[in-house]
Structures are given as C-alpha cells and as structure tokens.
C-alpha cells in the first residue's frame, strides 16, 4: 500500500518547517560553505579545509582555540559538579508532600532563570567591585572580608566566578525537571517500598534516583549545549576579549572576535565559520555520545 500523506497534516506541519530551515538548517549549511572559502585579492576563492588547517594548525591560532575549549570545558565541569547536584537536592527537598510553601520557594529559585544575560552579568560586576560592589561590606559585616579578592580580575578565578554565576541563575532549570520527573513516579512504588522498610533517605537513593536516571541524562546534555552559549554572560561581565588576559575565553567570545573583529583585529568571516564549525561538531560529538552510549545504558539499567 503506497503511502499518501495527509493534506491537513502538511498543511499543518508546512509554517514550522520552513521557519525552522530559513531560521536553523540554512545558516548552518551556509556557516559550513562558507568555512571552505578563504578571502583573496581577486575575491572569496574555494580553499577547501585551509582554515581547519590553520586553526588547528598555526600556533597563534591553535593556542586560542584550545584555551577557550578548554575553558569551555570547565565551565561545563563546575556547572555539572555544582548546578546539577544542588537543583537534584532542591528538587527532592520541595517534593516533600508536608514542605509548606513550597510554590513560593519553587518561584523564587526559578525567578532568575527569566532575567537577562545582560542584566545578570553587570549586576554581579558591579556586586563583586572592589570599588564599589556591596560584596565587600557583605562579607565585613559577617567578619570575613579577609576572604574577598577581586574574583573577576584574577586569571585563576574569574572564569570559575563566571561560571558560579551562571549556576545561581539556571539552577531552577534542572531543579524544575528533577522536581517534575519524581511527580511522575508512581504512589505504588514508594508505597512497595515503604512495606520493605525503605524510607527516608533510602527511598531516594534506592527507588526515587534510578527512576529519574534519564531527566538526570537529559539534563547533563542540556548542560552541555548550554555552556556553549554562555557567550552573553561573559561579554556583560567581562567585555570581547574576555579577561584578565584571554581567562575567560571560550569558543562564543573567540569566534564573535573572529568573525566580526574586534579593536585592531580585522574580522574573518572564514575563520570565523571554521570556528562555527568546530563548535558544532564538538556538540554534535557530545549528543550523539549522550544518545548512543550513555542513553541506551541508562535505558537497560532502567528495565
């Protein structure tokens, strides 16, 4: 029996398709082309994988490149070590049945996942001024300001204060998934367990924890994308050429410096598409990682 679409059905489907390809599926196909071409004299000639070579080849360009994956990976680190653990932990506390006001503290937690990269960068700079940030006083006024340093203006923190930035603002964001996935774990379950002894503590561990294995999974690849559009916190906070002295670097500030230029450097839209390009086979690399391997091994645990 040959197949025979549904009118209604392409009709329906039709507007999001096209939006989604002019919007998603063009720029990135274009974004590829464009990175197989190099600007000459004469105008763009075809130069195959030249960039690639360059960028992972020339020391002025691989040293950067590396740097900000490198910084791109410990902001996924400290956001999988810090942000995932703590909004599990906050999830199981406000499932709690007999927790009062426990909306209020969902909303309050989720609040600043709405507000503005912008608003949220400049808002912890100014925080965090030794000049004229309230941090200081904060900590004066609990007697530890021995303990304040100018977190955003050293090489060895401000990237690790960025990033603990960016988890109080979407900490909601898993907090919201975990909460919602124990919802759905069925009364019968906990109630079996309860006959066995397993309460409390136990009963998370034990029953609660490997049914909401794949939101946890979920969440780990969301996290991973997500880091890589951190570019707008970073920019807020600490300018294009992320500093102190390329600290903060990742591939979002490189490629915008790269394509567009930035001060005395000439922006490449070549170069930049071939940073473009590394950034999407680098996240193509990690989901399809999460999809093959880690999904299908948490699916058999479990079944």
């Given at each position: 029996m040959a197949f025979r679409p549904r009118l209604h059905v392409v009709v329906f489907l039709a507007p999001a398709v096209l939006v989604y390809t002019a919007v998603m599926i063009w720029p990135l196909f274009n974004t590829l082309r464009l990175s197989l071409y190099t600007a000459?004299?004469?105008?763009?000639?075809?130069?195959?994988?030249?960039?690639?070579?360059?960028?992972?080849?020339?020391?002025?360009?691989?040293?950067?490149?590396?740097?900000?994956?490198?910084?791109?990976?410990?902001?996924?680190?400290?956001?999988?070590?810090?942000?995932?653990?703590?909004?599990?932990?906050?999830?199981a506390i406000l499932s709690q049945p007999r927790l009062r006001f426990a909306a209020l503290y969902r909303s309050a937690i989720f609040i600043p996942t709405i507000l503005s990269f912008v608003i949220v960068g400049?808002?912890?700079?100014?925080?965090?001024?030794?000049?004229?940030?309230?941090?200081?006083?904060?900590?004066?006024?609990?007697?530890?300001k021995a303990l304040f340093a100018p977190w955003l203006g050293r090489e060895e923190y401000a990237l690790t204060t960025l990033a603990l930035i960016s988890v109080w603002q979407f900490v909601g964001i898993p907090m919201m998934l975990i909460y919602a996935a124990l919802?759905?774990?069925?009364?019968?379950?906990?109630?079996?367990?309860?006959?066995?002894?397993?309460?409390?503590?136990?009963?998370?561990?034990?029953?609660?924890?490997?049914?909401?294995?794949?939101?946890?999974?979920?969440?780990?690849?969301?996290?991973?994308?997500?880091?890589?559009?951190?570019?707008?916190?970073?920019?807020?906070?600490?300018?294009?050429?992320?500093g102190p002295n390329f600290a903060t670097d990742i591939l979002g500030t490189f490629l915008y410096r790269t394509f567009f230029g930035f001060q005395l450097q000439l922006g490449d839209p070549h170069m930049g598409a071939a940073i473009a390009s590394?950034?999407?086979?680098?996240?193509?690399?990690?989901?399809?990682?999460?999809?093959?391997?880690?999904?299908?091994?948490?699916?058999?645990?479990q079944f």
């Amino acid at each position: 029996m040959a197949f025979r679409p549904r009118l209604h059905v392409v009709v329906f489907l039709a507007p999001a398709v096209l939006v989604y390809t002019a919007v998603m599926i063009w720029p990135l196909f274009n974004t590829l082309r464009l990175s197989l071409y190099t600007a000459g004299e004469g105008g763009r000639a075809f130069a195959g994988l030249a960039n690639f070579a360059t960028l992972f080849g020339d020391p002025r360009w691989s040293a950067a490149f590396w740097n900000a994956l490198g910084n791109n990976l410990w902001f996924f680190v400290v956001h999988m070590a810090v942000q995932n653990p703590i909004g599990i932990a906050l999830a199981a506390i406000l499932s709690q049945p007999r927790l009062r006001f426990a909306a209020l503290y969902r909303s309050a937690i989720f609040i600043p996942t709405i507000l503005s990269f912008v608003i949220v960068g400049f808002a912890w700079k100014l925080i965090l001024s030794p000049i004229w940030g309230i941090a200081p006083g904060m900590l004066d006024a609990v007697g530890l300001k021995a303990l304040f340093a100018p977190w955003l203006g050293r090489e060895e923190y401000a990237l690790t204060t960025l990033a603990l930035i960016s988890v109080w603002q979407f900490v909601g964001i898993p907090m919201m998934l975990i909460y919602a996935a124990l919802l759905s774990i069925p009364e019968e379950i906990l109630e079996a367990g309860e006959v066995d002894g397993i309460t409390g503590r136990a009963a998370f561990f034990r029953i609660k924890l490997p049914l909401i294995l794949p939101a946890i999974g979920i969440i780990s690849i969301l996290t991973f994308v997500g880091n890589f559009n951190a570019f707008d916190l970073i920019y807020a906070a600490q300018g294009a050429l992320a500093g102190p002295n390329f600290a903060t670097d990742i591939l979002g500030t490189f490629l915008y410096r790269t394509f567009f230029g930035f001060q005395l450097q000439l922006g490449d839209p070549h170069m930049g598409a071939a940073i473009a390009s590394a950034m999407f086979a680098i996240i193509l690399a990690g989901v399809c990682l999460y999809l093959f391997a880690i999904q299908s091994r948490m699916r058999r645990y479990q079944f």
